[in-house]
């Protein structure tokens, strides 16, 4: 069965120091992964995903099809990255998404 | 463009009630997907509209169901409200029935239901 797995709810790191949030999946299939972002107040969005292989905001994220992780990366981090973080894995028409990692980053 | 907007923004209803979310897609889309986000978890897909039709569902019992409207928009209707269904539901629209191009998928803000 499909299933999505961030095993930290809330991530604490000083600003400037490396991030690195946690996603692990379940998957028969070739899998389709998304990091979808929600700052506080706003509605759910796209952060990126693994077909791409682009770079948003100082973020990336390699898919690891050995050890079945997506883990989302990034070298500094800044007070605006803050947010609740959600994995997702796409197959057929629809998301399965993890139940997410809240990062606070301390000034 | 006012991206993908739900109303209402939230209500309360009672054990028992039914209750009705609709949903407006992003200009341009056609095809819209209702999920559940209860409190501390991540967004569980219902089901998925497109040409009027439920084209997939998730694991939700039949008390759910929908309805997608000529001008693409959606509902979603809940009846026999449970306590577990308090929850944000979200609409998601896309073009298409390739959801998972990442890009193409918008969310709106959900609709808050607390059931008492």
């Known amino acids: 069965a499909q299933r999505v797995t961030q095993p930290e709810k809330l991530l604490s790191v000083f600003k400037g120091a490396p991030v690195e949030l946690k996603c692990n999946y379940s998957?028969?299939?070739?899998?389709?992964l998304f990091w979808y972002v929600q700052y506080s107040r706003q509605r759910l969005q796209l952060l990126l995903r693994?077909?791409s292989r682009e770079s948003i905001k100082g973020f990336t994220a390699d898919l690891n099809k050995g050890e079945t992780s997506f883990h989302l990366k990034k070298p500094f981090a800044q007070e605006e990255d803050s947010a609740m973080y959600y994995c997702?894995?796409?197959?057929?028409?629809?998301?399965?998404f993890g139940t997410g990692t809240s990062l606070t980053v301390i000034p | 463009d006012a991206g993908v907007t739900q109303s209402p923004t939230h209500l309360i209803k009672t054990r028992g009630q039914q209750v009705t979310l609709r949903c407006s897609p992003k200009?341009?889309?056609?095809?819209v997907s209702w999920y559940q986000q209860a409190l501390g978890q991540g967004p569980q897909f219902i089901f998925q509209?497109?040409?009027?039709?439920?084209?997939q569902r998730g694991n939700f019992p039949d008390r759910f169901s929908g309805h997608q409207f000529p001008n693409y928009s959606s509902e979603l209707n809940v009846n026999a409200l449970l306590l577990g269904d308090s929850a944000l539901y979200l609409c998601?629209?896309?073009?298409?029935?390739?959801?998972?191009?990442?890009?193409?998928?918008?969310f709106g803000e959900g609709s808050w239901l607390t059931v008492v």
């Open positions: 998601a629209s896309s073009l298409g029935l390739s959801e998972y191009l990442g890009n193409t998928i918008y």
């Open positions: 998957y028969s299939g070739s899998p389709e």
């Open positions: 693994h077909i």
């Open positions: 997702a894995l796409g197959t057929g028409n629809q998301f399965y």
């Open positions: 200009s341009g889309h056609d095809t």
């Open positions: 509209y497109y040409e009027e039709e439920e084209r």
